[in-house]
């Protein structure tokens, strides 16, 4: 079971990082470990920053290669596996020598992302001369389009363990890439300009509400020991000395957080983000006349969506129409262009130009039901199922 699940935004900017915002990375904080998704450049700073703990870094899902996505990956591996620049050469080297004990029993960092990950991982690591005091592994989710062979003609790194390369299902998504007694991650292509993938963590149901009156009167008169109290609530069933059976309350589903890379259309996860407790969608471009003024005179809603898609964007109407087709009881946006500076301490205009694409998302989310637009070092805390 897992405690408290919550995201630390660390950045929120499309292609141009700005004053305001920096590139795509965000940490799912799940009790004391850390997934982050996605490393833009100057991820390792922000996590500095923020009340994420670089030590407690597990794993790493990318969503795809795009710079502003990944460009920050190699100096969170380097920082986070003691990793050593160009001078661990030698055999002798006490680092190396740690390496040696550490590929033997320490748990690698695991690194999930498209084909190309574990080649940008390895010759990255090779030509900086980068020597890692811990293991690290790369899987990657493959498509059919992908080349059958490794994405590296490089040999393993030395802190590198093989990778495995996962292969889509039948209906095309990648299903349990990571699953433990509390999570499982699943993963589905999303449409962008290049491939790209959307990640699903889907929290194991959980104990129902437990009414102690309902059992206690039948234990007393049993004779059994209240312990047995601790096996109802998960779930279990009893049977008393008297024959009577006791059946624990059933289990409650678990909470789901849905994190999409760039897209401009992540309709192939949509079954597998369905009844999301959090959905975060990218809006990276919007259409405010009279709000925005850059907005050009000739310029549509139909004229920026066209844009934005051909981009491989969405707008914030696009996200909350997708919201709304998988009833994600939340929505949070982010990726946002440069043009929305977006923070509350910037200026009105910047603020009012954030409100205005919250509400565009909410028209289409409908319901009354509320949108965030993410900044920068922003937390939130997604609570546990009634
Ligand atoms: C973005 O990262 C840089 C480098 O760490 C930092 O100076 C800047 O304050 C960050 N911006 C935000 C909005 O957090
Ligand atoms: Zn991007
Ligand atoms: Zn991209």
Redo the contacts with the bound molecule.
């Keep these: 079971m897992v405690a408290t699940i919550g995201i630390t935004f660390l950045g929120t900017a499309s292609a141009q990082?700005s004053?305001?915002?920096?590139h795509s990375s965000l940490a799912l904080r799940l009790d004391g470990d850390v997934w982050l998704f996605d490393c833009g450049e100057?991820t390792q700073?922000?996590v500095q920053?923020s009340n994420v703990k670089m030590g407690k870094i597990q794993k790493i899902f990318i969503t795809h290669t795009h710079g502003d996505h990944i460009f920050g990956l190699l100096p969170i591996l380097a920082s986070r596996l003691n990793g050593a620049g160009g001078m661990a050469e030698g055999a002798d080297d006490p680092r190396a020598q740690n390496l040696v004990s550490n590929m033997a029993t320490a748990e690698p960092i695991e690194i999930y992302g498209p084909y190309g990950t574990r080649a940008y991982v390895r010759t990255g690591l090779k030509y900086t001369h980068t020597h890692l005091g811990s293991p690290y592994v790369v899987h990657e989710l493959r498509t059919a389009h992908d080349p059958p062979e490794d994405s590296c003609t490089l040999p393993l790194d030395p802190a590198e363990q093989p990778g495995r390369d996962l292969a889509a299902g039948a209906d095309g998504t990648w299903r349990d890439v990571f699953a433990s007694d509390a999570l499982a991650v699943s993963a589905a292509p999303i449409w962008h300009s290049v491939p790209c993938v959307g990640y699903a963590v889907a929290e194991r149901p959980v104990p129902g509400k437990m009414v102690p009156a309902l059992y206690v009167p039948h234990l007393k008169r049993t004779g059994t020991p209240m312990s047995v109290l601790r096996q109802l609530q998960l779930g279990e069933r009893v049977q008393l000395a008297d024959g009577t059976v006791l059946e624990g309350p059933a289990r409650r589903p678990g909470r789901k957080v849905v994190i999409l890379g760039d897209t401009y259309d992540p309709s192939p996860i949509a079954a597998l983000a369905e009844d999301a407790d959090l959905l975060v969608h990218e809006a990276t471009n919007a259409h405010l006349p009279g709000i925005d003024p850059d907005t050009k005179a000739t310029d549509t809603y139909e004229i920026v969506e066209e844009r934005a898609k051909s981009r491989g964007h969405s707008t914030p109407q696009m996200a909350g129409a997708f919201a709304k087709r998988i009833g994600a009881k939340r929505l949070v946006l982010n990726h946002f262009s440069a043009r929305y500076a977006g923070?509350d301490d910037v200026n009105e205009e910047a603020r009012n130009v954030m409100v205005a694409i919250r509400h565009l998302a909410e028209e289409q989310y409908g319901d009354g039901r509320e949108v965030l637009c993410a900044r920068?070092?922003m937390t939130i805390d997604v609570e546990p199922r009634k």
């Design positions: 990082p004053s305001t915002r920096n100057a700073h922000q920053k923070n920068d070092l």
